[in-house]
């Protein structure tokens, strides 16, 4: 059984910063991890990734704003988002993907992530931006 275990998400306004974590107990060396985040009526959408060998990427519309980390050491995942937007308004998943990520088909890190083929992930944070 897959723990990830989100927190962090909060009600900001528009401009504002939060730092999200995932509490995992499972082995990073085994899984590409990243952050997904689904809005009501919108489908799910890969935000961050970051692969066994340290490697990041982002989905365009939050580069430069989000970042993404792992402590090996605690077994924690966060992403740090600042600069926040409404359109950022939505419930924010942790998400372990077992090698390969493309398994099922995605070219990207940042794809496998948006899709719910398959991996595991946690109950969600929520997080709401306002103007």
């Known amino acids: 059984q897959v723990r990830l275990v989100e927190s962090g998400g909060d009600s900001v306004q528009l401009g504002g910063s939060l730092r999200l974590s995932c509490s995992t107990d499972?082995?990073?060396?085994?899984?590409?991890m990243g952050w997904f985040r689904q809005a009501p009526g919108k489908e799910r959408e890969g935000v961050a990734a970051?692969?066994?060998?340290?490697?990041?990427s982002y989905t365009d519309s939050v580069k430069g704003r989000f970042t993404i980390s792992r402590d090996n050491a605690k077994n924690a995942l966060f992403l740090r988002m600042s600069n926040l937007k409404p359109d950022d308004t939505a419930m924010y998943y942790c998400?372990?993907?077992?090698?390969?990520?493309?398994?099922?088909?995605?070219?990207?890190?940042?794809?496998?992530?948006?899709?719910?083929?398959?991996?595991?992930w946690g109950r969600g944070t929520q997080v709401t931006v306002s103007s």
């Open positions: 998400a372990a993907i077992p090698h390969p990520y493309d398994r099922m088909g995605a070219t990207t890190p940042i794809e496998a992530l948006g899709s719910d083929d398959y991996g595991f």
């Open positions: 499972i082995p990073f060396s085994d899984y590409l």
């Open positions: 970051i692969e066994s060998d340290g490697v990041t």
